[in-house]
């Protein structure tokens, strides 16, 4: 009775505070996690990147370099490709037709474009080298725009670069307040993105993020928290897309954002409902207490047992005292655990809101 009265009022709490427990070993695998890796788009960021700059290169006008991005990011699925379409369609820029669109993952994406079946490229230095554009005029100013915390795409055309275009996305409201309560509650945060270097760490440094783990492919995320954890750690994942899936399945507790992905969700074992980052500071508090309603749950249970049994044993105790002693331990083990429910598990900061 001692465990399973605390961790349904555990789980029940969780759900009031937004924090859906799909697994009950997660509330108790939570309390000894120390690093929490969280996946930078959509879930440390709102997911929704806009374009800000575009350089064109010598012979190249900046709606020539937008309107060709533009045409090879129609087939594209992604963020990135759909805030270049978005800003497309804003400056009313028409996108050339295209074929053979092919979508290279963590890289970036192709297509032959117009009526003479150029060959575009749209992605990240990566691809270019890959494809053997030369870039290196444009390296300067891929350098800035990374340090101002944008993600630069490269566009090129027949293995020529034509120029580039930078997105920026913003942080949710709470993010940077999340991790400082995280980082205080003793836990290390680490970032795990597909983005280059530089863009990672700038946004890391806005959020006192303390580890960066950048430039790595979708496919290689799971080996990233695999490593962690043969280091000992043991390791929460926060996660939103499809892309994150594996890696969530793979860390010890996986966290999904519910405004995320379904497949997101399916592999994690906890749920956010809101979409914002200080849900898991409430996981990790709800854990921490319902844990603690355990021991002194287990406590309880034993006390009764240690002082009754030898009483009976002795003959000290009658059998009216025994049945009475034997109700009261149960008793004050659900109720003890029903106290939990006085237990503040939202973040400090939130406190004037609600
Ligand atoms: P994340 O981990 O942030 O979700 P991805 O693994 O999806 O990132 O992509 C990593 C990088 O690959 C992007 O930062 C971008 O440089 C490049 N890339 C991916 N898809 C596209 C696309 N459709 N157009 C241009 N670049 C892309
Ligand atoms: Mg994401």
Redesign the pocket.
Known sequence: LATPTALMVGSGMGAENGVLIRHGEAIQTLRNVDTIVF???GTITKGRPEVTDTVPVEGYTKEEVLRLAASV?VG?E?P??EAILRKAREENLEPYKAEEFE?I?????IARIGPSQKFAL???RRLMEEKEVDYKSLEDDLSRLEEEAK?V?LVAVNRKIGGAVAVADTLKDDSVQAIRELERMGLKTTML????RRTADAIAKKMGISRVLAEV??DQKVKEIQKLQENGEIVAMVGD?I?DAPALTAANVGIAIGTGTDIAIESADVTLVRGDLSGVVTAINLSRKTFSKIKQNLFWAFFYNVIALPAAMLGLAHPLIAEIAMATSSVTVVTNANLLRRARIRPEYQKKEK
């Open positions: 996946d930078k788009t990011e594209s992604h990135l490709g979508a993952t963590g890289k970036g994406v749209v992605g990240n993600t795409m993105t597909g983005d280059n492919l979708p897309g892309n």
